[in-house]
């Protein structure tokens, strides 16, 4: 059955018989069959139904088969799957469990692989590189959102009493503003060790990351400056069974 419309995409046209089939089976009836005073308002109301039908989609409909065959199980996983299993730090081969395993790095001295050696968790190991870094070069700093309280993982505990606030100082709740910093930092000439807080808050300084310390050798061309000084260190898994 035709429908009028007042305005829209179908002003000038006449709906085809499937959609009018279509506007049938939603109630839309014939506007040509109303009359009386309230025959203009029927008609805008009408019309906005026959935008509604002609923008609506045409639902589709496919077989068992084809349904059976594309479907995919994303609430499952495939049975060998290890999902969030904690790890055996005691037998993991990611740490040296004896100091024979460990002094057999080839990158290591010759007096490091001769010289004496203890047992450390991975938060002490952290705290323990940081502190050497500091006192064999005065151009080393660290700086990150609490590190001078000791961080919240603690691997910076006692760093801020031994070599100074100058030298390890809190920032503002800026991951931006840290990887900003530091990069202006490594490229005057400075060891900086730029902490963020937690390894899932880095996005914000993507931009730092990318488009300035990536970039910035090539940018600064030949005055010869760079940014190879900057360590950024982000901590992960450390909340519930992770490594510290």
Same mark, same amino acid.
């Given at each position: 059955?035709?429908? @009028? ?27 040509? &069959? ?66 024979? &395993? ?32 500091? @006192? ?19 691997? &910076? ?36 060790? @730029? ?17 300035? @310390? ?31």
């Amino acid at each position: 059955m035709p429908c @009028a419309m007042g305005r829209g995409t179908a002003r000038h046209g006449i709906l085809n018989a499937k959609t009018s089939t279509q506007l049938r089976q939603q109630g839309i009836e014939d506007p040509h &069959s109303f009359s009386g005073s309230d025959n203009s308002h029927t008609m805008r109301i009408v019309a906005r139904k026959c935008t509604r039908a002609l923008l609506s989609p045409i639902p589709r409909t496919t077989s068992n088969a084809a349904s059976k065959r594309n479907h995919r199980p994303y609430s499952t996983h495939p049975p060998t799957a290890r999902l969030n299993i904690p790890t055996d730090f005691s037998t993991t081969p990611l740490l040296a469990h004896a100091s024979q &395993s460990a002094l057999q790095n080839a990158e290591l001295a010759s007096e490091v692989r001769n010289g004496t050696t203890k047992r450390m968790n991975l938060f002490q190991a952290i705290n323990d590189a940081l502190s050497l870094a500091m @006192a064999a070069d005065d151009s080393v700093i660290l700086f990150g959102e609490d590190v001078a309280f000791g961080g919240v993982f603690r691997c &910076s505990m006692g760093l801020a009493e031994n070599y100074g606030s100058e030298r390890v100082f809190n920032t503002p709740l800026s991951e931006q503003g840290i990887i900003g910093f530091g990069i202006g930092a490594a490229a005057e000439g400075m060891k900086a060790v @730029a902490e963020i807080q937690f390894a899932d808050y880095v996005y914000p300084a993507f931009d730092q990351l990318v488009n300035e @310390a990536a970039k910035f050798r090539y940018r600064d061309g030949t005055e010869g400056r760079n940014v190879g000084g900057l360590t950024v260190r982000m901590p992960c898994g450390g909340v519930g069974h992770g490594a510290l």
